[in-house]
């Protein structure tokens, strides 16, 4: 079931956050064909590469397959997918410190709650971040109380890994850490520093590969975003937003999860701490995503797992109806429904459409026959180009401003197929069709995102309207 939910949602175009692309495939696929859309994060060097380097063996391995189709894509969401079932038998293994009814019931939550696998598959160091750092809470519990320098030093390169992947997870990564030397320091703390060493050094090879002085991104980030309060333009949120929004993202079923949670954080203390450490670093810092505290959410959904057996069994005690009802069975029912809910209603339900239409159409527009240039005319949210999804390799323009008309009769030769909205129609050169639009059920105004096309190839460079040239002016 945890495999069946992590290979549907990666076979989804789904975009959660624009920076699953521009900060992450769309640099893996610039390493792979020399094409690619730079984002504002990249020229500033606030990005490591670690994470684009080790997504471009999948997607070249998709590309070489089946080059022609999304298979590149489909195959990276799918590993990392995969990968984060490390997730689920975490999940499993701390439960089963207590019983193996907990440990079934907490596995089965960590294979099928909405917010664990649709953030599994998603190209981004938030659920990159958890997939390496859950594991590594239970390997840090276990050598807590059975020592080994081997598991010392896998540990260490877990949480180095996930250190370079999110940096912000700092604090509760230096926890994780702090439990598992706590048990034999002696025997534990140089191998555990030796192995978060090695994954430093990787990111730092990385960056070296890319071009890029080695982990200065680190440093920069800091620099850009918190002191020049470069990602407060993003939007910025009081302090409790995390804790009201999860509050509302999980509205009714918070009937059965808070109390759930704090059942179970009486079972694994340190795991509801790690929690709230995440939830209040973050919540120092004025930009805000949910995404940002996936892994204090998973984290408390394992609590509220581990929380409902204990729940359950001191009902059975008081109710007799209870005690003829199969309690595991009951429990990964009432998990499932839970989960169901969540994920069906708002906010969490917004979620599935994220990038759809743009990155559909991107993709439509790659596969138009005869393809020699591609313009966005107009396009809603900048950035929207992106190669990964295009999967031609060949000059992409940005038409945009109150000359955008002027622009595209002036560059009409350059390009033979454009993106624009239904209502821009009039404005594109004479000898454009319309081939297709997206949501044509929705009213003109709002169908955003159609295919234009005209016969013959491209006589001239895109000049100053190319993608990365424009964006470039315009400070994205």
Known sequence: MALVFRLAMASQTIVHQPDEIWQYLEPAWGRLTGHWIVAWEFHEGIRGWLVPMLLTPSLALGHAIAPDTMLHLWLTRGLLGLLSLGVVASFFAMGERISRQHAIVAGWVGAIWVEIFYFAARPSGDGIALTLTVPALWLAMRLRERPSMRLAGMLGLLLGLAFIVRFQYAPALALIGLLAVSGDPRRTLLPLAGGSLVAIALGALADMAAGAPPLLWLWRNFAINLGENRSASFGTQPPWWFVTQIGATWHIAMLVLLPSLLTGARRFPFVAVIALVVI????????????????????????????????????????????????????????????????????????????????????????????????????????????????????????????????????APAFNVIIAPRLSAPELPASYRQVECLQPHKAPEKQKFCLFMRPGTCTVPPGDFDYNTVLRRLGH
Request: hydrophobic letters at 50%.
């Open 280 to 411: 209040a670093s973050h919540s120092l810092i004025p930009h805000k995503e949910y995404r940002f505290v996936i892994l204090a959410i998973a984290l408390g959904v394992f609590l509220a797992a581990i929380g409902s057996v204990d729940l359950w069994k001191a009902l059975a005690g008081r109710w007799r109806v209870a005690e003829r009802i199969n309690a595991t069975i009951a429990l990964c029912v009432l998990w499932f429904l839970l989960s169901a809910v969540v994920g069906a209603t708002k906010p969490f339900s917004a979620y599935w459409g994220n990038g759809r239409a743009a990155n559909t159409m991107l993709a439509k527009a790659g596969r138009t026959p005869g393809i020699c240039g591609l313009a966005l005319f107009q396009e809603p949210d900048l950035p929207m180009a992106n190669y990964t999804y295009l999967n031609r390799s060949v000059p992409v323009m940005l038409l945009e401003g109150r000359r955008s008309a002027a622009s595209a009769q002036a560059m």
